[in-house]
């Protein structure tokens, strides 16, 4: 028994022995293998959601595709982040980023948005301020005015939720064939031209608004309930605020957000605001150039193209996205492009303006800032601004292009768009204001009214649109 005993334990310590010995053989072999062996850490997936504006059109979507694929084999890898566009359709955007926040699935960048995909979500985004101070972000190289219509004071936080992508300025594109045959010169290609004012312009269009009869609006027998042609066509396609943000206080301060500096008082029934809308009843009636929303002074004289692409208005004053027009135009009329007038000594070129912004709820803004960077890098932010069509908002790329616009259509005014980048409404026209939804539709309801003429008097239009919206502010502080 003894000598069993004895010859199991010299079993077990040899047994032992030379598990320690393979063990440290292995030691140095094993660890530097495990060294070489031992997973690599996680990349961070950092996702772009596309959906709020443009960007969503198959050859667009090649582009994210390419710049994805670009970015992950490039800086993803030596940063360990890796991107993915994830892309919604135009309609269903909304409710899906909504869907994704509740589920704690939020993306980490959403772009391009404008101004109002921006506000109607403002809570959600995340102020780059401390970010483009640690960097120090250079902003001398866009715009002023269009940095400046993405800084928001929210709650008493102020915030800058993004950088401008792309903008799309309005200015007055005319049609140079009815401007002709009316005799008229073309409107100025400069901006700020002290005689070319808004009476100025309805001057104009009153040689070029036309009855059946071929009477102009300055012929007391003019008739304006048969119109062929007309000489003006300003607020059409155009939110109310890019046409009362041309009045100012005797601060001179924009009157556009028509409510106090903390949000709380509406004053939509102010003297500025009751102008804006007698301005509207004036050109509509008085002036008589700009058609009425129901049907046979408007709607079919336009058909289903454009104001201008109906070849029977004289100049419209609308967004630069009107682009994808363009080559109908070039087909049916000779065209160009000229200056907003100016409104009591102010002129203002309404602006949408496309950006990135960051999620505030998202699981990783640092690797998030760093994607943010590289699309904002000179050549990757040139071809996102090429894929999107609009005008680049960084100022050394702006020459190219106008050299790129100035080839394809040699006789253009480009340089209206550019020069339009100084006077961009500032607050925007779609910038965000507390209820934000609700008051944009009651600012258009009241608009529509005067166009409609269903109204009593543009004092009233403002007195009403004022109560309405105090009680939405009311609401929306009650709820805080």
């Known amino acids: 028994m003894r000598k069993a005993l004895t010859f199991v334990l010299v079993a077990l310590l040899l047994m032992s022995t030379f598990m320690v010995a393979s063990c440290s053989k292995g030691g140095s072999s094993s660890s530097s293998g495990s060294q070489a062996k031992t997973p690599a850490k996680e990349k ?10 443009t960007g969503t059109d198959p050859s667009q979507i090649a582009v994210h595709e390419e710049l994805q694929a670009e970015f992950n084999n490039t800086v993803g890898k030596e940063k360990g982040i890796e991107i993915e566009f994830l892309t919604v359709p135009y309609s269903d955007a909304a409710t899906k980023f909504t869907t994704l926040v509740a589920a704690g699935m939020t993306p980490d960048i959403c772009g391009p948005v404008g101004v109002m995909g921006v506000a109607q979500f403002i809570d959600e985004w995340l102020d780059l301020t401390p970010y483009i101070e640690k960097d120090k972000i250079d902003l001398s190289v866009y715009d002023d005015q269009l940095v400046e219509s993405n800084r928001y004071n929210v709650d008493g936080q102020n915030k800058l939720v993004g950088l401008p992508i792309g903008y799309y300025p309005s200015a007055l594109f005319y049609n140079e064939d ?21 009476d100025k312009l309805y001057e104009q269009a009153r040689q070029m608004t036309l009855d059946m009869w071929g009477s102009d609006a300055n012929d007391p027998d003019f008739d304006m309930d048969n119109v062929v042609q007309y000489g003006y066509d300003g607020t059409d396609w155009s939110p109310w605020r890019a046409w009362v943000g041309k009045f100012f206080d005797e601060n001179g ?6 409510m106090t500096d903390d949000y709380k008082t509406a004053t939509m029934n102010s003297p500025e605001w009751i102008r804006a809308f007698a301005e509207l009843e004036r050109m509509i009636y008085k002036e008589k150039v700009r058609p009425r929303s129901y049907a046979a002074a408007g709607a079919s004289l336009f058909g289903d193209a454009d104001p201008l692409g109906s070849n029977r208005l004289g100049v419209w004053e609308t967004f630069s996205w009107m682009s994808y027009a363009f080559e109908s135009w070039d087909a049916n009329f000779s065209w ?3 200056a907003i007038p100016s409104m009591d000594g102010h002129v203002v070129s309404a602006t949408n303006i496309d950006t990135f912004v960051m999620c505030r709820s998202a699981k990783h803004p640092d690797e998030a800032w760093e994607v943010y960077k590289w699309l904002f890098s000179d050549k990757v932010y040139s071809r996102l601004n090429h894929n999107y069509g609009g005008i680049p908002a960084m100022k050394n790329l702006q020459a190219q292009w106008l050299d790129e616009q100035k080839a394809e259509r040699p006789n253009i005014n480009w340089q209206v768009l550019l020069d339009a980048g100084a006077y961009a409404d500032n607050p925007n026209n779609e910038s965000w204001v507390p209820g934000y939804s609700e008051v944009w539709n009651e600012m ?4 529509a009214s005067i166009i409609s003429g269903l109204y009593d008097t543009p004092e009233q239009v403002a007195e009403d649109l004022n109560d309405e919206v105090q009680d ?3 609401e929306y502080w009650a709820s805080k």
Do not use: C, H
């Open 444 to 447: 258009e309801f009241a608009m």
């Open 253 to 258: 301060k924009s009157v556009a957000l028509g």
């Open 336 to 338: 160009n492009i000229g």
């Open 178 to 198: 009815i401007y002709d045959r009316a005799g008229l010169d073309y409107p100025p290609e400069e901006w700020g031209t002290a005689d070319w004012t808004y």
């Open 44 to 53: 961070v997936k950092i996702q772009i959601m596309v959906g709020f504006g």
């Open 472 to 474: 939405i502010l009311d």
